[in-house]
C-alpha cells in the first residue's frame, strides 16, 4: 500500500499530554515507553503514518510488534487494552492498529494544506509553445531565461512543444524536462579518428 511520502525518522511530542495527560494514570511508567514506541513505529511500519501494519495493510502478530518495541507481549496487550479503551486506539477487520490522533499531532496545518498548495500551482501554470501543450508556473519561466536567455528560452519551449505534439511525449515537469534534455545534450563528444582516403593527403 503506498505510503506516499518517504517515512520521517523523527515524530513529534505533546509535552502536556505526556506529562500529565491520561496514559499518566492509565499505564505504569514501563507501558508508558511501549506507549511512545508505538507512536515512533507507525512512522515507519507499513504503508500509513500513524498505523502499524504490514505493507498490505493487514495487522501484525503481536509478538513480533512486542519484539519491535523490546517489550513483553503480556505489557504490549496492556497498552493496547487500555489505550483501546481511551478511545487512542481503534484495530479494524485484519488486525491493522490505528493510533487515533497521529495525523492531528504529527502534521500541522501547513503539511495538511500541502496537496492543496501543490493542485493549485498546477492550475496557476501558463501554456507555452507553438502548440500551447508546455506548461511552466511563473518562477520556473524565470529561472529558465536566467540560465539560457530570452531566445533561448523560446527554443527549448518550442522543441519541447513539437515534441509532445509530434510524438505523444508525456512528462509529470515540463521544466524539469527541458533541464534534463539540456544535461543530455552536453554529453563531452569522443574524438574519433580520422579515416584517411587513400592517395589524398589531408592538410592539418
Known amino acids: ?15 502536556e499530554g505526556l506529562l500529565r495527560g491520561s496514559i ?3 499505564l505504569p511508567l ?21 498505523w502499524i501494519e504490514d505493507n498490505n495493510g493487514n495487522g501484525l502478530p503481536n ?35 490505528h493510533l487515533v490522533n497521529f495525523q492531528h499531532y504529527q502534521f500541522s496545518e501547513y503539511d495538511r494544506q500541502r496537496p492543496y498548495r501543490l493542485a493549485k500551482k498546477e492550475r496557476d501554470k501558463q ?10 508556473a511563473d518562477d520556473e519561466k524565470e529561472k529558465l531565461i536566467a ?25 509529470k515537469s515540463h521544466y524539469a524536462t527541458i533541464l534534463t534534455w539540456e544535461r543530455t545534450d552536453k554529453k563531452p563528444e569522443i574524438n574519433k579518428p580520422i579515416i584517411k582516403p587513400q592517395g589524398v593527403k589531408i592538410e592539418r
Open 127 to 136: 501554456t507555452y509553445g507553438e502548440f500551447k501543450n508546455v506548461f511552466l
Open 24 to 26: 499518566n494514570y492509565l
Open 1 to 15: 500500500m503506498a505510503r506516499g511520502r518517504k517515512p520521517r525518522n523523527w515524530v513529534k511530542m505533546d509535552c
Open 147 to 171: 540560465k539560457f536567455g530570452e531566445a533561448g528560452f523560446k527554443n527549448r519551449v518550442e522543441k519541447l512543444s513539437s515534441g509532445i505534439a509530434s510524438k505523444g511525449y508525456q512528462y
Open 30 to 50: 514501563d507501558g508508558q515507553a511501549v506507549w511512545m514506541k508505538m507512536i515512533a513505529l507507525s512512522e515507519v511500519c507499513g504503508g500509513r503514518p500513524g
Open 63 to 97: 509478538e513480533y510488534i512486542a519484539h519491535e518495541l523490546h517489550c513483553t507481549v503480556d505489557l504490549f496487550a496492556l497498552v493496547m487494552e487500555k489505550m483501546k479503551g481511551d478511545g487512542a486506539i481503534e484495530v479494524n477487520g485484519t488486525g491493522a492498529i
